[in-house]
């Protein structure tokens, strides 16, 4: 079945460091990708997507590339700020169903 | 509504009762799901709604959970004779009708009800 792994946290950098989160996938077809986060007290919200293979999703400073190849959709950020720190789910959508990763929590200290 | 509304945001109960969580999606949404996030961890994927499909029911984790969902409206989430382990926050997602063009099948998620059993 479809599946989704992503890096263990947490993850702790310090500003302006750069962020890599890790995220493979298993899944039948060509499904859609995306990056969720959660910011400490919030409800998850949509970061980026991207829809099928070498397509790049930005937001936020934020990138991810769908590489089919190697079925990865890592999360960078050239520059983290405090900002950032917050939970971030790596996700796929097939066969109509979204299947989330276990999230990944990122602390950036000042 | 603009967004996805639950209800009620906390709730607080005594072990062994039952309790009822309110979904309202966003209209037009044929999709609706439920997850499980306790404290510092994952999504817990517990049940998802598509129109006038059979529900996916694959991730409620006993019996004493349920769930209903009229046509394409509200939702609520039962949990019968509450225990300690069942203290979570429960967030409810829709999105509008899966595997079509544009942005179909991005999630909006609900802000969650806590609920807490002593």
């Known amino acids: 079945g479809n599946s989704v792994t992503q890096m263990e946290g947490p993850v702790t950098l310090s500003e302006e460091a750069f962020l890599t989160i890790n995220c493979t996938y298993t899944?039948?077809?060509?499904?859609?990708l995306f990056w969720y986060v959660q910011y400490p007290g919030e409800g998850l919200q949509l970061l980026l997507k991207a829809t099928k293979a070498d397509d790049k999703g930005s937001n936020k400073g934020f990138e991810a590339t769908y590489r089919k190849e190697t079925t990865s959709f890592h999360l960078e950020k050239g520059s983290v700020q405090v900002s950032d720190s917050a939970v971030y789910f790596c996700a796929l959508i097939g066969g109509f169903k979204t299947i989330f990763g276990a999230g990944t929590r990122l602390f950036v200290k000042a | 509504g603009a967004g996805v509304s639950q209800s009620p945001s906390n709730k607080v109960t005594e072990k062994g009762k039952d309790v009822e969580l309110r979904c309202d999606p966003i209209s037009g949404h044929t999709a609706l799901y439920w997850y499980r996030q306790r404290l510092g961890q994952g999504l817990e994927f517990l049940i998802y709604?598509?129109?006038?499909?059979?529900?996916?029911k694959s991730g409620l984790p006993s019996d004493r959970f349920s769930a209903e969902r009229t046509g394409e409206s509200v939702s609520t989430l039962t949990i019968q004779r509450t225990q300690q382990e069942d203290s979570a926050v429960y967030l409810c997602a829709s999105n509008p009708t899966p595997g079509l063009a544009g942005d179909t099948d991005t999630q909006y998620f609900g802000p969650g009800t806590r609920l807490t059993v002593l």
């Open positions: 709604f598509q129109g006038n499909s059979a529900p996916d």
């Open positions: 899944a039948t077809g060509y499904p859609s």
